[in-house]
């Protein structure tokens, strides 16, 4: 097929809301977007598995012990589908673990932050996995095949780490006055950081026009954002916590909240590698990947001798 005949074959499915297949034409840009960002997807899957894994041996019973080991491991699940399916667009895993150990590639901001008590996991999963679950469930429609499939299975799970979060912050929210105060300190610390998962505003986002022409993303990150703050306030105030914003303020003729920005200087200082945990995050993943060569090696040794077996046969 001519190149000109491939494009518009392309256009049409997206004008038509059909999905891109790994063996249909793209252009090279759409491709190259796909893979930063299915990549960039997945290190976050991965990375945010650290600050959640600091509590397993701290949970406060057996049971939410058990709920969190459960958790952390979904996130790792998560990461293995959104790796598959960027390898799905012509880039191996190696690659894409070597740009997130060399800081060429990003992770989502949030994983930064430390979790310093108990109710930073109820926050975790109430804020940081809300605003997962409202930028995700767009990209159950993501215009590429692979990467829509796997956000289904991914918005699935999500829903529960968020439900398990809030069971958290429910807890303490209505429990001793020091735990109430956990909750609140909690929430104080972990708001900005949540509204910053979003991206920059959309007046400097320098990927979203393409992303939204494309369809890759179907919502801007100011829209997402806002949705965002009209959910969460109307949770906080039933757990009788207060959103550490003293803008925020209901105005009918957005139907939303006003709120104040998050330090966009910040965030720019934890993108570039400077935040509060990012060099123990990427040394706790590079010692987690050289003590896993021995399993590579042996799961490549496997695949050969299984090969070699087949072919003979
Ligand atoms: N953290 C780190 N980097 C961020 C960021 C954040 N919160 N927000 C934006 N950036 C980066 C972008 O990657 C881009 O950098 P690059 O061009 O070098 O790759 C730059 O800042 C400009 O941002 P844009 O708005 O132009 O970029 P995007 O259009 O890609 O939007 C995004 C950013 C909303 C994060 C988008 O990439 C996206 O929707 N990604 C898929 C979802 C995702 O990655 N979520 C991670 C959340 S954590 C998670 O899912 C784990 C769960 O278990 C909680």
Redesign the pocket.
């Known amino acids: 097929m001519e190149t000109n005949e491939a494009q518009a074959v392309f256009e049409s499915k997206l004008a038509n809301n059909e999905y891109i297949e790994p063996k249909d034409w793209m252009p090279e840009d759409y491709r190259k ?1 796909l893979i ?3 990549s ?2 997945a ?3 991965v990375v ?1 598995m650290l600050p959640e894994g600091n509590w397993i041996s701290r949970a406060p019973s057996l049971r939410a012990k058990l709920v969190l080991l459960a958790k952390v491991q ?2 790792g699940g ?1 990461g293995l589908y959104l790796y598959t399916a960027a390898e799905t667009l012509g880039t191996s895993r190696d690659e894409m673990l070597d740009a997130l150990l060399t800081g060429k ?7 930064n932050y430390p979790t310093l008590t108990w109710a930073d996991i109820g926050a ?1 999963g109430w804020l ?2 809300g ?3 409202m ?2 469930v767009m ?1 159950q429609r993501t215009s590429y095949g692979p990467y829509s499939r796997a956000m289904i299975r ?1 918005c699935k799970e ?1 829903s529960f ?1 968020q439900r398990q979060g809030y069971e958290i912050m429910t807890r303490m929210a209505f429990g001793s006055p020091e735990q109430k105060d956990m909750a609140q300190d909690a929430l104080n610390r972990w708001w900005y950081p949540s509204l ?5 505003p ?1 007046t ?5 026009e393409k ?1 939204i022409k494309w369809r ?2 179907r919502e801007t ?1 100011d829209q ?1 954002r806002q949705r965002f703050v009209n959910q969460t306030v109307v949770q906080a105030t039933y757990l009788g916590l207060k959103v550490p914003d003293d803008k925020l303020k209901w105005n009918p003729e957005k139907d939303g909240y006003d709120y104040s920005d998050p330090d966009w200087n910040e ?1 720019k200082n ?2 570039k590698g400077h935040g509060i945990c990012n060099r123990e995050r990427i040394n706790a993943r590079q010692k987690a990947h050289d003590n896993g060569a021995w399993v590579r090696a042996a799961a490549n040794a496997y695949s050969q001798k299984q090969n070699q077996q087949s072919e003979a046969a």
């Open positions: 977007h930063r960002q299915i960039q997807h290190h976050s899957e945010g979904d996130e998560h590639a990003k992770y989502s901001s949030i994983f975790i940081v996995d605003a997962a679950i930028n995700q990209l991914i999500e780490h910053m998962m979003f991206g920059p959309d400097e986002s320098p990927n979203s992303a890759i993303k990150n997402l965030f934890v993108i």
